[in-house]
């Protein structure tokens, strides 16, 4: 299971999980109510007058139609706790990995590389990618080659310890236009809470992350 698949499918499990709780609460209700309608109605028909066999039947069928949804109800619930259980050990095996995340700033602990992404959605003249130290000053300054819309991976070698920002932009006819960027850093600790939505990633000189805002490995 790659990044992607593994963010969505927490995305649509954890909807899925709310739905289908809400729909186990209101068979559950639903069961009740129809038993004790039912024992109300054989309780006060008229002797004289007593209910049909046929409808009976027919509410007895009902009820059976409700205690199959619940049953369908527990074994999705089932089997959405076993999904949950497969998505935090993916991604606690993202331990060690590169990923990239939706930042512009970065804290090397260590002399290294500042390295990341930016996304085109169309094309454009040029795309530059600046790096800024603590003090605000031009570190360096790359023009990235492309090939129209799509990404552009960056890379910033040689870089003392300290933190640093990163501003990309592209020039269209002479009008430039800030560009988001992703940059990449190592997973160090996956910390899990109740559910898959509590899954956050401590991503190395970047801060914590939800899982859900991990765009890819670098």
Known sequence: MDINSLTQSTTEAAAL????TGNGQSAQEMSTMFLELLVAQISNQNPLEPMDGTEY???LAEFANVESLQSI???TSS???YMNSL???EATNMVGESVDVLANSIALENPGSVSGMVNLSSPADS???QLYNSNGDLVEEKNLPYTGAGSLRFEFDNQGAGDYAVRAYTTTDNIPKQLDTWLSGDVERVSVGASSDDIILQINGLGNFELTEINQLA
């Open 87 to 89: 998505m935090v050990l």
């Open 17 to 20: 999980e709310s739905n289908v």
């Open 79 to 81: 089997s959405l706790s």
């Open 73 to 75: 109800n527990q074994n």
């Open 127 to 129: 795309v530059t990618v």
């Open 57 to 59: 039947v027919s509410q």
